[in-house]
């Protein structure tokens, strides 16, 4: 998924499978090249679907914009997001891919011109499939229980909703305080 979203302005969630022995490490490091790109590598299962991964990554983009993000790495915000929480070590645990993992999603935004150029830099470390964000009945049930979310609350309003309004929640306060305390 890569959507635009200010004039030359990208987010993107995209399926990776890395070649040989390469890994999500490598690969993060990889990315850290491209200081003009916000990516962060996330387990597949923590994205629910298309939708999710758009939501999440808009409000990512937005406290990105207003300088508003928890972690010191904007890139690290964009995992506390779709992990719904503002704790950095239970994020990179739980969330970031174990080292034989040779799939995971890279989500984040840049400008149209160095995410083109960041995609076409990692075609020699694997290649990109967006099978990797469809949705599951396994990748359901783990983000239900993760999560602790109700029967009722799944089949009224969706996953990926839920997450999303949650995620909005539990950073909405503190972006409230930064904010109030910067004009102060």
Do not use: W
Not at 35 to 58: C, G, P, S, T, W
């Amino acid at each position: 998924m890569i959507r635009s979203i200010e004039d030359d302005f990208l987010i993107f969630c995209l399926g990776f499978r890395v070649k040989g022995d390469y890994n999500a490490v490598y690969i993060q490091r990889l990315l850290e090249g491209f200081k003009d790109v916000v990516v962060q590598i996330l387990d597949k299962r923590f994205v629910a679907d298309v939708e999710h991964a758009y939501m999440i990554l808009l409000q990512s983009f937005e406290a990105f914009k207003r300088g508003l993000y928890v972690a010191k790495k904007p890139s690290l915000d964009i995992m506390l997001k779709f992990l719904c929480t503002k704790k950095i070590d239970k994020a990179l645990k739980d969330a970031f891919p174990e080292d034989n993992v040779k799939e995971f999603l890279l989500a984040g935004f840049g400008s149209r011109e160095k995410v083109e150029s960041m995609k076409k830099f990692l075609e020699d470390y694997g290649y990109f499939d967006e099978k990797l964000l469809e949705v599951s009945d396994g990748k359901l049930d783990f983000l239900i229980k993760y999560h602790g979310l109700s029967k009722d609350e799944v089949e009224n309003y969706g996953v990926g909703r839920i997450l999303c309004d949650k995620s909005a929640a539990v950073f909405s306060k503190y972006y409230k305080i930064r904010s109030y305390a910067s004009t102060h």
